[in-house]
């Protein structure tokens, strides 16, 4: 059992930049792949950013302005967002999860979720 608390959200301007951070509780967060997704009102959720053993994995419309990254030692994965824009508004959830890596990119691929943290983009 994986518990994911996600922080760092807030209104910011666009071109700003911000962190999240995700911090898991339980043992071998090493072993788990970790992902941001994201859900605007209305919109399904979407795949924004995942990191595994295999590499990291970049949704087209954050790619090069996002950074996902995690510190094992501090069981915390990180979303670094920069030039960010008011499409990227939205609640940002972080998930861990054992599956493939060809549901890297699908929310089935996960299996625990944080509570959301809100990012608000103004224009």
């Known amino acids: 059992q994986v518990q994911l608390v996600e922080s760092g959200g807030g209104l910011v301007q666009a071109g700003d930049s911000l962190r999240l951070s995700c911090v898991a509780s339980?043992?071998?967060?090493?072993?788990?792949?970790m992902a941001w997704f994201r859900q605007a009102p209305g919109v399904e959720r979407e795949f924004v950013a995942a990191d595994r053993s295999s590499g990291t994995y970049y949704a087209e419309s954050v790619e090069g302005r996002f950074t996902i990254s995690r510190d094992n030692s501090k069981n915390t994965v990180y979303l670094q967002m920069s030039n960010l824009s008011p499409e990227d508004t939205a609640v940002y959830y972080c998930?861990?999860?054992?599956?493939?890596?060809?549901?890297?990119?699908?929310?089935?691929?996960?299996?625990?979720w944080g509570q959301g943290t809100q990012v608000t983009v103004s224009s």
């Open positions: 339980g043992d071998a967060f090493s072993t788990y792949a």
């Open positions: 998930a861990a999860g054992t599956a493939p890596v060809w549901l890297r990119r699908r929310t089935e691929g996960y299996a625990y």
